[in-house]
């Protein structure tokens, strides 16, 4: 056995609409082995993992696995169980799992589920392969060693309490959310939107803010000079220096270090000078800089401000043991930290107890140790610093603040910039006014822990992650902005550019991803084939988007998945044979299934555009949640009449002028003749595109009169549509460069063609290397029967095939079809077939060009336009 490829997909996928991973395992010599014919294999199994007995796989309840795996089944199929159960174990939550043979390879399946961590769910089926074969080999088996292994990666990419919730947060409000890092750096929201979010730091949040907040020297001036209480205090650099400092303060003092953070390194109440000489010495491991501050009697609070209101107030207990008259303090601790709401670090709602320099010596100063045995019902207090992170609790007593407290906190947190703050407040009683009872602010903390306010071991839990996402997007916005996906197998890049030229007529800042590139504000971004769910995110994260129209072809989608979370308006121009025999697709219906995922992947509120005169695609109508527009070039398409019925919105051409009619209601938007790409209506393939784009503008809340002005403007301009029935004239004949790469993209280009004028037809042809024999035939026949002459080429990446290969098929298939053997050419290289294809050619021909690479083409043609017209000038002088 092989495990061959383990692939996150993070996006909407083929597979389920949520994040899965694909594992690919070649079987090799076993691959048609069951699972019952290992000798013990099935009975050692079932011992080392007992709770696949309640896996209930294709029979529908428990225990259906356990009578599969008797029957016999194949082992790719027991590495899914496998990796389920032990992720079961881990504490995931997995919903979804399928195993089925890979159309890649012979021997080779496909195993997919879903995931709760990616990390883990990897780590899961390394450690599954792993013990299947030692299974199968008959070797030691070590669970427990796996379950260790996957559960720290789950532990080390896990985000916080405080990042969760205000996740929770985000999807409770519709804005989407992407992680950034491995760490907790979140991008809320897309495009001009969007806001960033890391732990309780938000783009808002100054740097300047912070550095004041992480030097305490500073945040001490700063607060004093502004009239708040704080506790006297100095900078030690040295040991003696601080003896020094405590001997002039002359009062109990607090240690701690300068730049220090979460109550590390913290020692509080020190009354003697041998324990100022072990506290210093503590804080020397966090930097060589510490703060000696007086120390306030009183109980701890933490007061949380966002966006200058109080938000949350908790009193904060330090770590503490209760004695029963048998058990050490050790013992003690290590029985509290068995609780399962405690964690490692931030990742549940309590930290568990460390017992680090700073316990040891609180309990010295106690008279204590690590061993003592504490009466029955002692309390024993471990620091007395009251820090979650180092295992403290909190109680909430939000609504016992008095009014001048909370102003106070809501004061400091002004005065070091801050726009979330955690504000440490030392006082006898939070009900009680600092100017009464007394009290100092100690702290004031950028990004500080939200989980004392969200889950309080006593008290009410207080939303505060609710609370920082209504400061991100006030009034009620979800941070989102336009997002319109275009996919089918022909139509889709000219449909993109339409939509995009109809937004960007509005003045907003589109960004665009289709086979030209990225393109944003009409600039173009990045180069290249752009049609995958990697582009889309770039657009998505742009800071000045305002509206995505993202160019959604199968590859991407069956490689990784969708780039967004959902589509507000979806457009599926059709669906016919390409791309065939790839990725498993080996039929239409198989590649409409593909396609079909940007139909699905919308909301209620979406519109999915479908084309009424391609049975696949408007049977998606079955599968979308979305509220759907049809269109259509067919006269009386009885679909379309059936939805205008029913009250629902079509586009489609009535005596030649394009109309869209919502139920009985009509609007006339303009004659097809009028619209520069349908060449005074020749180009039906244009026509049908017009139609899906002014459908899309409806969808997007556009005037009748924007979408009449963008369709008839676009492709006045020479760049509008370039690559895509793009006509130059030269030597009197018309040249057109289109990316035709299909039977039925050639097919529609002849169409329109046939009705333009000319001597003779030429077509320079090719077909991709990755297309079934019959896919590649299917183009030479469609070019056979439409044109007079035939150049044939190969693309430069042969896709597997061998040079001259391609080109053998389509001359063999073109003559089948009964074109005369002495009217194809055959010139592999693409730039030199094109200039054959010109030098040859005659007055009054059209040459048509399916290209690969269009730049050099378009340099090629514009060169001699420039030649030709400079002999003129030059006849003319």
């Keep these: 056995m092989e495990l061959l490829k383990i692939q996150v997909i993070e996006g909407a996928n083929v597979y389920s609409h949520s994040p899965i991973i694909r594992t690919l395992i070649d079987l090799q010599e076993e691959a048609e082995r069951m699972s019952h014919t290992f000798s013990g294999f099935n009975r050692r199994l079932l011992a080392y993992l007992p709770g696949l007995h309640s896996h209930h796989c294709s029979r529908g309840r428990a225990g259906g696995f356990v009578e599969r795996l008797r029957e016999g089944t194949l082992l790719g199929h027991v590495l899914e169980h496998v990796t ?36 883990g769910a990897v780590e899961a089926f390394r450690q599954g392969f792993r013990l299947v074969e030692d299974l199968r080999r008959k070797q030691p088996v070590d669970v427990n060693k796996a379950l260790a292994a996957i559960r720290k990666e789950i532990e080390s990419y896990e985000l916080g309490v405080s990042t969760r919730t205000m996740i929770e947060a985000c999807r409770e409000r519709g804005i989407p959310v992407q992680r950034l890092n491995r760490d907790s750096l979140l991008q809320l929201g897309y495009g001009r939107e969007q806001r960033r979010l890391e732990a309780a730091v938000s783009d808002a949040t100054g740097c300047i803010a912070v550095d004041i907040a992480c030097d305490k020297e500073l945040t001490n001036k700063l607060l004093r000079e502004a009239g708040i209480p704080i506790p006297r205090g100095v900078v030690v650099r040295e040991e003696e220096e601080a003896v020094q400092a405590f001997r002039r303060l002359g009062m109990p003092v607090v240690l701690k270090p300068y730049n220090g953070n979460q109550g590390k390194g913290v020692t509080l109440n020190l009354k003697q000078e041998a324990g100022v000489r072990s506290a210093y010495r503590i804080t020397r491991a966090y930097g060589e800089r510490a703060i000696m501050e007086e120390y ?86 471990l620091r007395e610093s009251a820090n979650l992170s180092t295992g403290g609790i909190a109680c909430d007593a939000t609504e016992r603040i008095h009014p001048e407290n909370a102003a106070l906190a809501v004061y400091a947190a002004r005065v070091i910039g801050l726009d979330i703050a955690g504000v440490d407040l030392v006082i006898p009683d939070i009900a009680q006014s600092y100017r009464q009872g007394g009290g100092c602010i100690v702290e004031v903390n950028a990004s500080p822990g939200i989980r004392m306010h969200q889950y309080p071991s006593a008290g009410k839990g207080r939303d505060v992650g609710k609370l920082i996402i209504d400061q991100l997007f ?18 889709k890049t000219t449909i993109t550019r339409l939509i995009s030229k109809m937004l960007l007529d509005r003045g907003l800042a589109v960004g665009m991803a289709g086979t030209g590139g990225i393109y944003v504000r009409g600039e173009l971004l990045v180069p290249g084939d752009t049609t995958g769910p990697e582009s889309a995110r770039i657009i998505l994260r742009h800071p000045d988007v305002q509206a995505a129209v993202l160019e959604t072809a199968r590859g991407g989608i069956l490689r990784a998945g969708l780039g967004y979370d959902y589509a507000d308006v979806a457009i599926v121009s059709n ?57 259509s070039v067919e006269k009386d398409n009885v679909r379309l009449r059936k939805h205008l019925g029913w009250g629902g919105v079509g586009v489609f051409v009535r005596r030649g002028l394009m109309v869209l009619c919502q139920g009985e209601t009509v609007y006339r938007l303009c004659p097809v003749k009028q619209i520069p790409i349908t060449f005074q209506g020749k180009a039906r393939h244009n026509i049908s595109n017009c139609l899906a784009a002014a459908a899309a503008g409806w969808a997007l809340g556009l005037s009748i009169e924007a979408i009449r002005s963008a369709l008839l403007a676009f492709g006045l301009e020479k760049g509008d549509n370039a690559g895509r029935l793009d006509m130059y004239d030269w030597n009197g004949m018309k040249v057109v460069l289109d990316y035709g790469h299909n039977a039925a993209g050639i097919r529609e280009v002849l169409h329109t063609l046939k009705q333009f004028p000319a001597a003779a037809l030429v077509g320079c042809i090719t077909a991709p290397g990755d297309r079934p024999e019959e896919s590649i035939r299917e183009v030479a026949r469609a070019a056979a029967q ?92």
């Design 296 to 381: 306030i009697q009183g109980r701890h609070y933490r007061v949380l401000v966002i966006g200058g209101r109080l938000a949350a107030v908790a009193e904060r207990i330090p770590a503490q043991v209760a004695g029963d008259g048998a058990a050490s303090i050790e013992e003690l601790v290590a029985r509290v930290n068995e609780n399962p709401l405690r964690g490692e670090d931030h990742e549940k709602a309590l930290t568990k107890i460390k017992v680090d320099p700073v316990v040891i010596m609180t309990l010295a100063q106690k008279g204590l140790e690590l061993s003592s045995v504490p009466a029955d019902g002692e309390m024993v207090h």
């Design 84 to 119: 389920l159960e032990l992720l079961d174990l881990c504490g995931q939550n997995i919903r979804y799992g399928k195993t089925e043979r890979s159309g890649d390879q012979p021997g080779t399946y496909e195993i997919v589920i879903n995931y709760d961590s990616r990390e």
């Design 575 to 631: 669906v016919s044979g390409d791309h065939l025999g790839q990725y498993g697709v080996e039929t239409v219906a198989d590649l409409a299934k593909v396609k079909r995922l940007v139909a699905e992947a919308v909301r209620p509120h979406s519109y999915v555009v479908l084309n009424a005169d391609d049975p696949h695609t408007a049977a998606m109508t079955r599968r979308t949640r979305g509220k759907v527009i049809f269109f």
């Design 474 to 491: 006030p009034g009620g916005g979800n941070g989102r902005i336009p997002i319109i996906a275009v996919t089918g197998t022909n139509g």
């Design 786 to 877: 439409g044109f007079d002459r035939l150049i044939i080429r190969e693309d430069q990446d042969l896709r597997g095939r061998q040079p001259g290969e391609i080109a053998d098929i389509l001359r063999e298939e073109a003559v089948a079809a009964g074109m005369d053997p002495g009217k194809i050419k055959i010139v592999p290289p693409e730039l030199k077939a094109f200039r054959f294809g010109l030098d040859q050619g005659s007055p009054g021909e059209i040459l048509v060009m399916f290209y690969e690479n269009l730049a050099p083409l378009e340099e090629e043609i514009r060169r001699r336009q420039k030649r030709e017209r400079r002999k003129v000038v030059e006849s003319v002088v």
